[in-house]
Nanobody, 116 residues
Framework: QVQLVESGGGLVQPGGSLRLSCVASGFTFSNYAMSWYRQAPGKERESVATITNTGGNTNYADSVKGRFTISRDNVKNTVYLQMNSLKPEDTAVYYC?????????WGQGTQVTVSS
């Protein structure tokens, strides 16, 4: 059973940093690319960052390039999202996702709120 559990969200002031974690289980983590998405109130869920199974390649949404970094630890079955220089418009619920056997699996999400 595929399971993804996010953590690390919270309230942070503009310009601050947070690191999100997503622990995966139920599949061979090192074989799959992983992604972070986010959904702000009243908006569609959008892709934030993706990392290949080995971590050798990453992709980012234009809105977060240069501020966010996705990484993974294939020993700990964990994918991370380091978020720096946070802006109010980064406020959203952040989800990790895996496409396993052609089906998307999502975690429960973690709330990130950027506000002074």
């Amino acid at each position: 059973q595929v399971q993804l559990v996010e953590s690390g969200g919270g309230l942070v002031q503009p310009g601050g940093s947070l690191r999100l974690s997503c622990v995966a289980s139920g599949f061979t983590f090192s074989n799959y690319a992983m992604s972070w998405y986010r959904q702000a109130p009243g908006k569609e869920r959008e892709s934030v960052a993706t990392i290949t199974n080995t971590g050798g390649n990453t992709n980012y949404a234009d809105s977060v390039k240069g501020r966010f970094t996705i990484s993974r630890d294939n020993v700990k079955n964990t994918v991370y999202l380091q978020m720096n220089s946070l802006k109010p418009e980064d406020t959203a619920v952040y989800y990790c996702k895996v496409l396993w056997r052609r089906a998307p699996y999502w975690g429960q999400g973690t709330q990130v709120t950027v506000s002074s």
